[in-house]
């Protein structure tokens, strides 16, 4: 028979588009080469050089984390309005605009606002739209991994802009580099943006139809029929708990990322934008692993590996910087990207699972103020911790107690349910646990989820025709 569903393809397609707007947009992940170059600027001095203070290097950085986390916000309301491709058309409108700044000024003011506040809006802008409408065009079941896929460009994009920034700044200098980038990131995010689109009225994911979701799935099921209101989201506990959780773990990878070149190059001199690339990877892997991981074993366990991990990282990234050896600080910069990474997996995951789709784009918004806030409040407070004596050592200690404090924090979004009469009231510590057992023991095979029988899909499509 002829194929009833014709957006059966569709979603993929926008999967693909909202990866490759991601792919343009995380050049702000190379801020570190383009911190370098600006330092090495400022050292060499005469005309036309940088003249800021070097304590001032990791502004704009941070003011774009911050811009990019409360345009989300303003973003995410249109892209509930105005639909996904006009916002994020607007997005690559600011970003270009940005960047076409900065291939004019070299001034500390020029880049705060050039970078800080038209790039990082733009960010917000692009960003917002490009994971909302691929994950509406699948079912619950495979949430983790499409937002893993859409958001894990965002995290690969410096594996080709780190090269390429490098080769634009040697060969053409820091503000002609920046002209380059803008009109390059003006087209592809703006000509991506006509692909993004929302599944029509009605639209029901093929998978579900069929009747391929596990057992387990019944509850998430429930959840995406929950559309909770901005304000609802904001009355709930849950979200306090994850906002906090975001906050750290956002704010202490992106104190790494930020300063993954300068702490390559005293090892691997000029080849330290190779660390920056490779750590890319474990960025965008982070995301995937995670986003599927969560799919098999749940939001919240993932979570909880995933902060524990990226604390005993910092912990172990003392003494691998006191002694510079360029592998290991590769593998280290790598796992510290993964597990950076994983937050942008999942807590996009938990927004579509606590509070539905209907105002996604806002309620998640208001989650990713804790990821600009992060970023802003912990790569300021790393930068300052760094200045005093065995800063280095002390700010890696300080990001892994936040770390193990998130990791803790992680277990209160697991709901505390009713004893059985007879039977003591279980702690949250004893619902987490039982379902983290269960989900592992799902993910190795030692237990199979329950799945229905598939259904006819032939009377299926007859029946909706």
């Not at 606002?113 to 790039?119: C, D, E, Q, T, Y």
């Not at 409408?133 to 893993?148: C, E, R």
């Not at 990878?253 to 390559?264: D, K, N, P, Y």
């Not at 938990?350 to 912990?378: H, I």
Request: aromatic residues 12%; contains cysteine; proline residues 4%.
């Amino acid at each position: 028979m002829s194929d009833q569903n014709p957006h059966k393809s569709r979603g993929w397609q926008v999967v693909i588009a909202g990866t490759g707007i991601n792919l343009a947009l995380g050049v702000l992940y190379a801020w570190s080469i383009f911190k370098e170059a600006i330092v090495g600027s400022i050292k060499a001095g005469g005309p036309g050089a940088f003249q800021w203070e070097m304590t001032s290097v990791g502004t704009p950085y941070a003011v774009c984390c911050l811009t990019f986390a409360f345009a989300m916000i303003i973003a995410g309301k249109a892209q509930d309005k105005i639909g996904p491709a006009k916002t994020a058309l607007i997005g690559g409108l600011l970003v270009g605009a940005g960047f076409v700044m900065l291939g004019f000024t070299n001034s500390f003011a020029g880049w705060v606002i050039g970078f800080g506040v038209l790039a990082g809006a733009g960010f917000g802008f692009g960003y917002s739209a490009a994971t909302p409408p691929a994950i509406k065009w699948f079912s619950s079941a495979k949430t983790g991994l499409v937002a893993g896929i859409v958001v894990a460009g965002f995290g690969l994009a410096p594996v080709y802009i780190a090269p390429l920034a490098k080769f634009l700044l040697g060969h053409f200098g820091i503000q002609n580099s920046m002209l380059i980038l803008g009109i390059g990131f003006l087209v592809v995010v703006c000509g991506l943006s006509f692909l993004l689109v929302n599944p029509p009225k009605g639209y029901v994911p093929r998978e579900v139809l069929r009747g391929y979701y596990p057992a387990l799935d019944a509850e998430k099921k429930k959840k995406e029929e929950v559309n909770a209101t901005v304000g609802e989201v904001l009355r709930s506990p849950k979200f306090y708990v994850l906002w906090i959780c975001f906050f750290i773990g956002a704010g202490a990878g992106l104190m790494v990322i930020g300063s993954v070149a300068g702490m390559a190059k005293k090892s691997m001199g000029e080849m330290a934008f190779v660390a920056v690339a490779i750590a890319a990877i474990g960025n965008a892997a982070g995301r995937i692993v995670a986003g599927v991981l969560s799919d098999r074993i749940g939001r919240r366990a993932t979570l909880f590996i995933m902060l524990a991990f990226q604390a005993s990282l910092m912990f172990a990234a003392i003494p691998i910087t006191a002694n510079p050896n360029a592998v290991m600080l590769v593998i280290l910069a790598t796992f510290m990207g993964f597990n950076y990474g994983s937050n942008l997996a999942l807590f996009p995951s938990f927004a579509k699972d606590y509070w539905g789709l209907k105002n996604y784009g806002l309620n998640y918004g208001a989650l990713f103020t804790a990821w600009g806030l992060g970023g802003f409040v912990l790569v300021q407070a790393a930068d300052k911790i760094k200045a005093m004596p065995n800063g280095n050592n002390n700010s890696f200690i300080a990001a892994g107690v936040l770390l193990l404090c998130g990791a803790a924090l992680s277990v209160f979004l697991a709901d505390k349910k009713k004893a059985v009469a007879g039977e003591a009231e279980p702690s949250r510590w004893q619902e987490f646990w039982a379902e983290f057992s269960l989900g592992l023991k799902v993910f190795l095979g030692f237990e199979a989820p329950q799945v229905r029988a598939p259904r006819n899909w032939d009377a299926i499509e007859k029946s909706r025709a």
